[in-house]
């Protein structure tokens, strides 16, 4: 189930809101300018399901956010738990830093945790299958994919060569709770 839980940027260890409905996550996040969608396929997709047919399935939607947005470039994503790089991946991005592009995933199968720090709060949304998110450019954030990383996830961008981490130095996400794998990646282990 998708999740939000909103912190003091000092109090990594008591939140002092949590929402699991998905209305109620989309209009905190709107508050604080970051988009949440959950978005259906239009077409069933099979695991081991192709680039080409996960981006079919989601077509409207992503034709509809690149109108609104002007991205430019759509692929897909998939990490699996016993992935050999799974450690090093996870590390790459799990201190806080910006990028200056917005960071758009939508995810298709699987669980991925992004925490965001905007005006003196911390905002950690566990995203699950169907969950968009958009993070705007210059936003503060961090993201967890777990020891065992299980998901698929369409990547929205203006610029793929933007793409590119800058570190605050900050060591805040150290004191926030990082993800607990997906249950299906488990098993997987
Ligand atoms: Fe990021």
Same mark, same amino acid.
């Given at each position: ?8 940027? +000092? ?9 699991d #409905?998905h209305?109620?996550?989309?209009? $905190?996040l ?6 949440? $969608?959950?978005?259906?396929a /239009?077409q069933?997709?099979?695991? %081991? ?14 034709d #509809?956010?690149m109108?609104e947005q002007g991205?430019?470039?759509?692929d897909?994503?998939?990490l +699996?738990?016993?992935?050999?790089d ?5 590390? *790459?991005?799990l ?7 917005? $960071? ?5 199968? %699987?669980?991925?945790?992004f +925490?965001?720090?905007i005006d003196? *709060? ?7 299958? %169907? ?7 210059g936003?503060r ?9 299980y ?6 961008? /203006?610029? +793929?060569? %933007? ?5 605050t130095? $900050? ?10 794998p ?8």
């Amino acid at each position: 189930m998708s999740r939000l839980r909103i912190y003091d940027e +000092t109090r990594g260890d008591a939140a002092l809101a949590r929402h699991d #409905r998905h209305a109620d996550i989309a209009r $905190e996040l709107a508050a604080v300018g970051v988009r949440f $969608e959950q978005w259906q396929a /239009t077409q069933p997709l099979a695991p %081991g399901a192709s680039q080409d047919e996960v981006i079919a399935a989601y077509r409207d939607d992503i034709d #509809r956010l690149m109108r609104e947005q002007g991205y430019r470039s759509v692929d897909v994503i998939s990490l +699996t738990p016993d992935h050999p790089d799974r450690a090093a991946l996870r590390r *790459k991005f799990l201190s806080e830093h910006t990028h200056s592009e917005d $960071e758009v995933r939508f995810f298709v199968a %699987g669980s991925g945790q992004f +925490t965001l720090h905007i005006d003196g *709060k911390v905002y950690e949304v566990l995203c699950e299958q %169907g969950d968009l998110i958009g993070v705007p450019d210059g936003t503060r954030h961090w993201f967890d994919m777990s020891e065992s990383p299980y998901f698929v996830a369409i990547r929205l961008f /203006t610029n +793929t060569e %933007g793409w590119v981490a800058r570190f605050t130095g $900050e060591d805040i996400a150290e004191r926030f709770p990082r993800m607990t794998p997906h249950p299906s990646a488990a098993k997987a282990n």
